[in-house]
């Protein structure tokens, strides 16, 4: 059983040159089974997540988890940037001795037909639960895909490959999503942003229901970092938990008993104690450089006095440069310090 935490704990500290946000267990704001043939999308107790590998009408990743959490509350949105110190995602299985951990990535290849040349087969039991961005089409965004949004405009049947609205995805230097819920059958590799882990638990043992795992985001990648700075900026961090594990029996399905993960969903009875929670540490960052000549320097400092002082901001720059929603002179000194070499120190 995990230590139960009701609402979200907040340590707030303003520092000299940037506001640090430090936030445990948050609740998730949304969590959604997306799966086509999900009967009561968006308050579902529970969502599992697994592979219809290789089947025409089906993504290979056929049921994917939309997880999302509305941060400008506890998280400065709009910040010029973000330094993101440690980003964890925690979901609780809702199965027992169901579905082999498995806390290592299985190459592609490892789901190709086993009469296919370049198939290898997998090293280790199951296949690993793991984390991604989201990526939408349809004319559909963070803003617009909400808990219970259809899962595509198109009807459930006849079932339809690469028509879900939100989707599992890695994205490029530009930010352009690439949707991999059909990349075994197109044939490339991805990189998680995190596989999810459950610690004192060894690969191929089952973990009961209730378990934590936790997916500890890689932010050495800069489009990760990309990604969360995005989401920060819009107040709206989305992921997306996914398997290939076969939804049941052999490659690509079939007979047998299921063999894939489940998580409980915040709509469950003993939610929170099993909803999912984010833990985050992050600098929120403002632009400094409020007159947007390119150097940081006395001429910001008179720039911004004669903002606070009711003149015009013609470069529009937020001048509340600590985020307390004033703009006065507490920003002022904080510009002054911050050229003056002042850094961020988080408690
Ligand atoms: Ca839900
Ligand atoms: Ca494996
Ligand atoms: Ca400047
Ligand atoms: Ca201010």
């Given at each position: 059983m995990k230590t139960m935490v009701v609402g979200t704990m907040l340590t707030l500290a303003s520092v000299a040159a940037g506001q640090c946000v430090s936030v445990q267990q948050a609740q998730v704001s949304l969590d959604r089974w997306?799966?086509?043939?999900?009967?009561t999308p968006g308050v579902e107790t529970s969502a599992s997540t697994f592979g219809a590998i290789s089947q025409a009408g089906f993504d290979d990743r056929d049921a994917q988890v939309l997880l999302g959490w509305n941060t400008a509350g506890y998280i400065p949105d709009g910040a010029a940037s973000y330094l993101l110190r440690s980003v964890r995602i925690t979901l609780y299985t809702s199965v027992s001795d169901r579905f082999f951990y498995d806390p290592t990535a299985d190459s592609?290849?490892?789901?190709?037909?086993?009469?296919?040349?370049?198939y290898v087969a997998d090293a280790d039991p199951g296949r690993p639960v793991e984390l991604y961005g989201a990526g939408y089409r349809n004319g559909m965004t963070a803003a617009t895909?909400?808990?219970?949004?259809?899962?595509?405009?198109?009807?459930?049947?006849?079932p339809q490959e690469?028509?879900?609205?939100v989707f599992a995805a890695v994205f490029d230097e530009a930010g352009n999503a690439t949707d991999i819920s059909r990349q075994v059958r197109q044939r490339f590799e991805s990189t998680p942003m995190a596989i999810g882990m459950i610690p004192g638990l060894t690969g191929g043992e089952r973990p009961n229901a209730g378990t934590a795992m936790s997916f500890q985001v890689d932010l050495s990648s800069a489009t990760t970092r990309d990604y969360i700075t995005r989401g920060l900026r819009e107040g709206r961090l989305r992921f997306i938990v996914t398997s290939l594990e076969p939804a049941s029996g052999g490659p690509g399905g079939g007979t047998g008993s299921p063999s894939y993960p489940a998580f409980y969903m915040?709509?469950?009875?003993?939610?929170?104690?099993f909803g999912a929670t984010l833990d985050i540490d992050v600098v929120a960052l403002p632009e400094f450089d409020v007159n947007q000549d390119g150097s940081l320097d006395q001429d910001d400092v008179v720039y911004l006095i004669n903002v606070v002082g009711g003149g015009e901001n013609p470069n529009g720059v937020d001048p509340d440069l600590n985020f307390d929603g004033n703009t006065d002179q507490d920003d002022i000194s904080l510009l002054i310090n911050v050229i003056a070499g002042g850094e961020y120190a988080c408690p």
């Amino acid at each position: 059983m995990k230590t139960m935490v009701v609402g979200t704990m907040l340590t707030l500290a303003s520092v000299a040159a940037g506001q640090c946000v430090s936030v445990q267990q948050a609740q998730v704001s949304l969590d959604r089974w997306m799966y086509g043939f999900n009967s009561t999308p968006g308050v579902e107790t529970s969502a599992s997540t697994f592979g219809a590998i290789s089947q025409a009408g089906f993504d290979d990743r056929d049921a994917q988890v939309l997880l999302g959490w509305n941060t400008a509350g506890y998280i400065p949105d709009g910040a010029a940037s973000y330094l993101l110190r440690s980003v964890r995602i925690t979901l609780y299985t809702s199965v027992s001795d169901r579905f082999f951990y498995d806390p290592t990535a299985d190459s592609v290849v490892s789901l190709y037909s086993t009469s296919d040349p370049e198939y290898v087969a997998d090293a280790d039991p199951g296949r690993p639960v793991e984390l991604y961005g989201a990526g939408y089409r349809n004319g559909m965004t963070a803003a617009t895909f909400g808990e219970t949004t259809a899962f595509a405009p198109v009807p459930p049947f006849p079932p339809q490959e690469g028509v879900r609205s939100v989707f599992a995805a890695v994205f490029d230097e530009a930010g352009n999503a690439t949707d991999i819920s059909r990349q075994v059958r197109q044939r490339f590799e991805s990189t998680p942003m995190a596989i999810g882990m459950i610690p004192g638990l060894t690969g191929g043992e089952r973990p009961n229901a209730g378990t934590a795992m936790s997916f500890q985001v890689d932010l050495s990648s800069a489009t990760t970092r990309d990604y969360i700075t995005r989401g920060l900026r819009e107040g709206r961090l989305r992921f997306i938990v996914t398997s290939l594990e076969p939804a049941s029996g052999g490659p690509g399905g079939g007979t047998g008993s299921p063999s894939y993960p489940a998580f409980y969903m915040r709509e469950n009875l003993i939610s929170p104690a099993f909803g999912a929670t984010l833990d985050i540490d992050v600098v929120a960052l403002p632009e400094f450089d409020v007159n947007q000549d390119g150097s940081l320097d006395q001429d910001d400092v008179v720039y911004l006095i004669n903002v606070v002082g009711g003149g015009e901001n013609p470069n529009g720059v937020d001048p509340d440069l600590n985020f307390d929603g004033n703009t006065d002179q507490d920003d002022i000194s904080l510009l002054i310090n911050v050229i003056a070499g002042g850094e961020y120190a988080c408690p």
